[in-house]
């Protein structure tokens, strides 16, 4: 098996536990179910060394050596995500644990939030009336279905969540516009769906918490219809805000962000799967935390 590089996780011995460990993590509740990852691009078990200062333990940051993606090197299981370890939750932890630990730098990030506003916000539902054409659009992670909110009316909503309460929240009102929505991991809730069933997909602050993103995005592309686009929107790791504020980036989530993507490893990543990356005009600037890529389906 591959090495977390962390031994603060005991691996239980046997069958599929083998794979699985406990890691104890002082600020939720209890122990989290956590898998060991080998590198999320190119399969690497062995090769990543730790991206230097980035590391929270018991969560390393690691580089892949062979490939240059970052990740970090255990995850929470996909049974811990469904209720306890949702996002919601764990993200008002990070900001806990910010605010505790870090005043006077949340401070100074605040004080540079006018960065963010240079440019408008950029909102899905006028992204997808310009890159998509009608029919049955996806969401992955779609929470309560709350960004699918104000999409024209040729588009049928759908989407995918792993947390429940979000889940059946979203799928009552796809289903007021002839979609649904599914309760499960998005790797399993894709699966569910025929070849070319889209015309979009929507991923906004989701691929970097996806324990299997390229197996993901090889299954967006197969329920893309041809021409049909992916919107995503993911932090970039290449920011300039990274690079200055190093460990203390907003980017960085504790065990929240698990990919760390640059506009090379999501284009590779993409193409990979018959996806062909390309940024608008102003998606994907140094000076922003994030990026925003529109994939296309070959
Ligand atoms: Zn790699």
């Given at each position: 098996m591959p090495d977390t590089g962390d031994d603060e996780i005991s691996v239980?011995?046997?069958?599929?536990?083998?794979k699985i460990g406990w890691v104890a993590q002082p600020e939720t509740s209890g122990p989290v179910h956590v898998v060991p990852r080998s590198c999320p691009q190119c399969g690497d078990p062995n090769g990543a060394t730790p991206?230097?200062?980035?590391?929270?333990?018991?969560?390393?940051?690691?580089?892949?050596?062979?490939?240059g993606f970052t990740y970090i090197t255990s995850a929470p299981a996909y049974d811990a995500l469904f209720e306890h370890m949702a996002w919601e939750k764990t993200a008002q932890l990070e900001n806990e644990r910010r605010e505790s630990t870090r005043r006077l730098q949340q401070k100074l990030s605040k004080k540079t939030r006018w960065r963010l506003h240079l440019l408008p916000r950029k909102r899905m539902p006028e992204l997808l009336a310009v890159h998509a054409v009608a029919g049955n659009?996806?969401?992955?992670?779609?929470?309560?279905?709350?960004?699918m909110a104000g999409i024209a009316d040729h588009f049928v909503p759908h989407g995918i969540e792993i947390a429940s309460a979000a889940a059946a929240r979203a799928d009552a009102w796809f289903r007021e516009r002839g979609g649904y929505a599914i309760n499960a991991a998005c790797l399993d809730g894709l699966k569910q769906f025929p070849d070319a069933y889209f015309t979009a997909a929507t991923l906004r602050s989701y691929l970097e918490h996806e324990l299997h993103p390229s197996a993901v995005l090889a299954e967006v592309a197969r329920v893309l219809k041809p021409g049909a686009v992916a919107i995503v929107k993911v932090p970039n790791y290449a920011s300039l805000n990274r690079q200055v504020m190093g460990n203390r980036w907003c980017g960085f989530r504790y065990p929240d962000h698990l990919n760390y993507f640059t506009p090379k490893s999501l284009r590779t990543m993409a193409a990979k799967h018959g996806l062909r990356l390309r940024f608008g005009p102003t998606w994907c600037l140094p000076t922003s935390d994030n990026m925003w890529a529109l994939l296309r389906k070959e």
């Open positions: 239980e011995p046997e069958g599929n536990a083998a991206a230097s200062g980035y590391s929270l333990p018991p969560w390393t940051i690691k580089t892949c050596a062979e490939c659009v996806i969401d992955l992670g779609c929470g309560d279905g709350g960004q």
